[in-house]
């Protein structure tokens, strides 16, 4: 059951960037309650239902969504004056790097899928430690972890700055994104 949470968590994470700019509260409990129907009716229907395929279009078309709205709401980000380049820049780099490791852990699950028994017989080939390096369903959840922590950070980002506070800076280490902070700390 641990797929119940993937749907869960992104349709939260999706409420929250259509959230970044707030247009009133009647439209914010509009979104909650949709979002909130959307999670609990895919959950009941993926409980009766137990077909993966069903659950995997669904978390899919949130991802989709959010995945094609994030440049949207960076555009609009754009526009303030408040914004500067170096701060798109940032939010585009975090977005980058959300959608481009759910792609490929999700290309490596697919693949494990398809070609599970081969995989199998070549791991048993290998032998320990070294297949290690075949175990694409390990690597799906570290890069779709990766890539809900790089998204919740570019949606706390855009917030943070759509309000105003343009003191705010992603920190980076390496190619990963570490934590938002203030310059102020």
Not at 85 to 91: A, F
Request: aromatic content about 12%.
């Amino acid at each position: 059951m641990d797929e119940l949470p993937m749907v869960i968590g992104i349709s939260i994470l999706t409420h929250n960037l259509f959230r970044v700019f707030p247009s009133s509260s009647v439209n914010a409990k509009i979104l909650h309650l949709l979002f909130s129907a959307y999670a609990i009716t895919v959950s009941v229907a993926y409980l009766y239902l137990q077909n993966p395929v069903f659950h995997q279009l669904c978390f899919a078309a949130l991802g989709i969504l959010m995945a094609g709205m994030m440049p949207f709401q960076i555009a609009r980000l754009r526009k303030m004056k408040r914004v500067t380049t170096g701060q798109i820049k940032n939010l585009q780099r975090v977005y980058g790097l959300s959608v481009g490791s759910i792609l490929v852990g999700f290309s490596l699950w697919l693949f494990e899928n398809v070609f599970c028994a081969h995989l199998r017989d070549m791991k048993k080939s290998i032998g320990r430690p070294a297949n290690i390096i075949l175990e694409f369903h390990v690597l799906w959840h570290y890069l779709s972890v990766l890539s809900v922590y790089s998204a919740t950070v570019c949606v706390e980002y855009m917030t943070v700055l759509a309000e105003g506070r343009i003191d705010s800076v992603v920190q980076w280490g390496g190619v990963f994104v570490v934590s938002l902070t203030s310059k102020k700390i």
